[in-house]
């Protein structure tokens, strides 16, 4: 892995340790104003760097997060293009009915890079609960 894929994989925890810990104020600049994120079993799709922030601040009012593994990554380069691809474990628990559920996926993130690099693109899948 070069320098620049180590920063752009660096980028990804660091954003993955901020809505964990509740710091959703700071995937601001994470993502591109257009982005567009599908959530798991395309359930949805969330547009706008707002609504996604916004998301992500709702999954924690109804969620406590216990633990988030990233597994294993890979980081392509593209030019002014990114694609960022890894397996996660999750434990998390649903406030309202206080069910502890263990799961893993993949997440697959796609950035450009324009005065920075952002998310494009974001799908994550799920895997089977654990």
């Known amino acids: 892995m070069n320098e620049q894929q180590a920063e752009l994989w660096n980028l990804?925890?660091?954003?993955?340790?901020?809505w964990i810990s509740g710091?959703?104020?700071?995937?601001?600049?994470?993502?591109?104003e257009k982005a567009?994120?599908?959530?798991?079993?395309?359930?949805?799709?969330?547009?706008?760097?707002?609504?996604?922030?916004?998301s992500y601040a709702?999954?924690?009012?109804?969620a406590k997060t216990h633990s988030f593994e990233e597994l294993e990554h890979q980081v392509d380069l593209?030019?002014?293009?990114?694609?960022?691809?890894y397996l996660f474990r999750v434990r998390y628990e649903l406030i309202a009915d206080g069910v502890l559920h263990e799961e893993t996926g993949q997440e697959t993130l796609v950035l450009r890079k324009t005065d920075r690099f952002r998310v494009l693109w974001r799908t994550q899948t799920a895997g089977e609960e654990e």
Request: zero cysteines; proline letters at 2%; hydrophobic letters at 45%.
């Open 78 to 85: 593209f030019g002014d293009l990114a694609v960022i691809s």
């Open 36 to 54: 567009v994120v599908i959530t798991p079993l395309l359930q949805g799709r969330v547009e706008g760097r707002e609504a996604i922030v916004a």
């Open 58 to 62: 709702s999954y924690n009012m109804h």
């Open 12 to 18: 990804v925890r660091e954003s993955n340790r901020a």
């Open 23 to 32: 710091s959703t104020h700071e995937l601001a600049n994470l993502f591109d």
